[in-house]
């Protein structure tokens, strides 16, 4: 059964960190692009980066450029999304998916974790 495990998440300050880690079983990470979303109660699903197989290539959303950082590790077959300088407005459920293209479309991902919450508040 092929499975995305998100985790890392919390409750944090505004100004602090966190460090999302994405894993899968069943199946062999470094095939996809992996991509992190997130989604905030009332709102839509909204991509926010994204990684090529090799990590050579990445894309964020505005919203987050400067502050996360997303990276791969193939051997421990896990991605990881850093993120600094948190803002009450990145509270939402994160998640990790995986696909072929480098891209923040949502449509364009075959597998989904389940999420993890993050909350930055004071």
């Known amino acids: 059964q092929l499975q995305l495990v998100e985790s890392g998440g919390g409750l944090v300050q505004p100004g602090g960190s966190l460090r999302l880690s994405c894993a899968a079983s069943?199946?062999?990470?470094?095939?996809?692009?992996i991509g992190w979303f997130r989604q905030a109660p009332g709102k839509e699903r909204e991509g926010v980066s994204c990684i090529t197989i090799s990590g050579g290539s990445t894309n964020y959303a505005d919203s987050v450029k400067g502050r996360f950082t997303i990276s791969r590790d193939n051997a421990k077959n896990t991605v990881y999304l850093q993120m600094n300088s948190l803002k009450p407005e990145d509270t939402a459920v994160y998640y990790c998916?995986?696909?072929?293209?480098?891209?923040?479309?949502?449509?364009?991902?075959?597998?989904w974790g389940q999420g993890t919450q993050v909350t930055v508040s004071s």
């Open positions: 069943g199946f062999t990470l470094h095939y996809y692009a």
């Open positions: 998916a995986a696909g072929n293209l480098l891209t923040l479309r949502v449509a364009s991902y075959n597998y």
